[in-house]
């Protein structure tokens, strides 16, 4: 037996309840716009510029340990470099850590994951300014550290695996030399073996590193507007031409209410809106233009069909008709965007519940806001009612 969320000859007024509709898209609006002036969005990385970084835990005895986040934090939040965010990255052993940008040029930048890659190490690196990484006259590669936290008894064991490395104390208050005894000739080699006693001794793996300045924080919000508007007016204009300029207008009133509540929302709830937020309202867009352009396909037709029907009963005669398929493909988009969310962690929740807000604020503008506004728009039939014989008594 098919399944039936919507029966057969539905005839439910909809466009009677317009006035409703049209005040509580009106509140909607107001508190978006009330929440944004007041709270603003929070911008992530990508948008105000900061310092991202991957890492993930070593694997022990052949499994690797989730990673425990609070004790994470706590390594990071003494390091004083204002807001820092850790979330899981895909899997409990890997996170993301997310640090506002540093006061100061890019060497700020560079000490602040200096600081970073020190705290989750046996051995904090380039502490030590009087003593830099150095070739001694004996031919052997010097690379200055401070114990952090462990004893140098533990450093030697967890460089026991690489040749030609030798861990020394070097004066008081923690001061040791990881001495590389038979350095590389070239510097890309040497480089290489730096990179990989440094690895060692790191207590979590980092996996990558970005850094995002401000201005180009700033031309990515220029680019998102950008891409936002532009879309939106292709939209329009592709109504306009499919349809009459009543369509069209109608279609992007609907779309810009739907663009609005989800950034009011991210307003409201203060999640962070990045690249991947704005890919999810142009996805919205997309999604929502195509839920309207099937309702408006059926009342064109039967503008053409039905040429003595009441526009009103018209219009409420083709939501009904497509109510079946503009529910049925709602509802399985959110079965979807459920398992993203539910399943797909923090990293892409945001972006889930832009989606899922989209879907169902999309849903609802198609049936209930763009085809009443076209009685708004004073919509004729002149343009659209050529063709078709029919009238309304033959199609009662």
């Not at 009543?246 to 009133?253: D, N, R, Y």
């Not at 018209?314 to 539910?342: D, P």
Request: glycine share 8%.
């Amino acid at each position: 037996m098919a399944l039936t969320i919507i029966p057969a000859g539905t005839k439910w007024p909809f466009v009677r309840f317009r006035p409703a509709y049209f005040t509580f898209s009106a509140v909607l609006l107001a508190l978006g716009i009330m929440f944004y002036a007041t709270q603003g969005l929070n911008f992530g990385i990508d948008f105000r510029g900061g310092i991202l970084i991957e890492v993930g835990t070593k694997s022990v005895n052949g499994a690797r340990p989730p990673a425990k986040i609070d004790e994470m934090r706590a390594q990071l939040a003494a390091l004083n470099l204002g807001e820092v965010s850790l979330q899981e990255f895909g899997k409990p052993q890997d996170v993301l850590i997310r640090v506002e940008r540093q006061d100061g040029d890019e060497r700020a930048q560079i000490l602040a994951i200096r600081k970073i890659r020190n705290s989750f190490s046996l051995v904090a690196f380039g502490t030590n300014a009087a003593k830099p990484e150095r070739k001694l006259p004996n031919g052997t590669f010097v690379i200055p550290g401070v114990l952090n936290n462990t004893k140098i008894a533990a450093v030697q064991a967890a460089l026991k695996g690489i040749k030609d490395v030798e861990v020394r104390p070097d004066g008081s208050g923690g001061a040791i030399m990881i001495v590389v005894t038979k350095p590389a000739t070239e510097a890309k080699a040497l480089r290489a073996q730096v990179t990989k006693v440094k690895d060692t001794l790191a207590t979590v793996e980092f996996r990558r590193q970005e850094f995002v300045g401000p201005q180009v924080g700033s031309e990515l919000i220029e680019a998102g507007i950008i891409a936002t508007v532009l879309a939106l007016l292709a939209i329009m204009l592709y109504v306009w031409f499919r349809f009459e300029w009543q369509f069209a207008v109608a279609s992007v009133v609907a779309l810009i209410h739907d663009v609005l509540l989800t950034v009011g929302l991210f307003a409201f709830m203060q999640k962070e809106f990045n690249l991947a937020t704005v890919a999810a309202i142009l996805t919205i867009a997309g999604y929502s233009i195509n839920d309207t352009v099937v309702v408006f396909d059926r009342v064109r037709e039967n503008l053409r069909k039905y040429r003595k029907m009441p526009l009103t009963e018209l219009m409420n005669q083709s939501i009904n008709e497509t109510l079946s398929r503009t529910v049925m493909t709602s509802v399985t988009t959110l079965l979807a965007l459920g398992s993203l969310f539910f399943f797909g962690g923090e990293i892409i929740s945001g972006f889930s519940i832009a989606l899922i807000w989209g879907v169902v604020i999309g849903t609802y503008s198609s049936i209930c806001l763009a085809v009443p506004l076209l009685l708004l728009l004073n919509l004729k039939r002149g343009g659209t009612a050529s063709g078709g014989e029919a009238t309304a008594d033959a199609g009662a």
